[in-house]
């Protein structure tokens, strides 16, 4: 999926942008970094290894599949974020 956006500080989207920001504008140092996330009581929480997230939060990464009689690890989703200005080629 692929988005261009500006949001305000109390947007929604400025929670799965701000991580890549210093004082307002994309930090160019963590352009293009991906990270992994999970949504956690309606919000994103995010880490830089999938580890991370399963030790933080087992219950959302590993669920019991019934079929198989086992439990089965569930990857965190990943983000990355690419700024750019209306400047840019």
């Known amino acids: 999926m ?14 799965w942008v701000s991580r890549y920001l210093r004082d307002g504008i994309f930090d160019e140092s963590k352009l293009g970094e991906v990270c992994y996330f999970l949504i956690v009581e309606d919000a994103p ?8 997230l399963a030790e933080l939060y087992p219950d959302l990464c590993y669920t019991y ?18 700024g750019g200005t209306i400047f840019d080629k």
């Open 2 to 15: 692929l988005a261009t956006t500006n949001p305000d500080y109390n947007s929604w989207v400025f929670s």
């Open 45 to 52: 929480v995010f880490a830089d290894t999938a580890e991370e």
């Open 65 to 82: 599949n019934v079929v198989d009689d086992e439990t089965v690890y569930v990857p965190p989703m990943t983000f990355c974020f690419i």
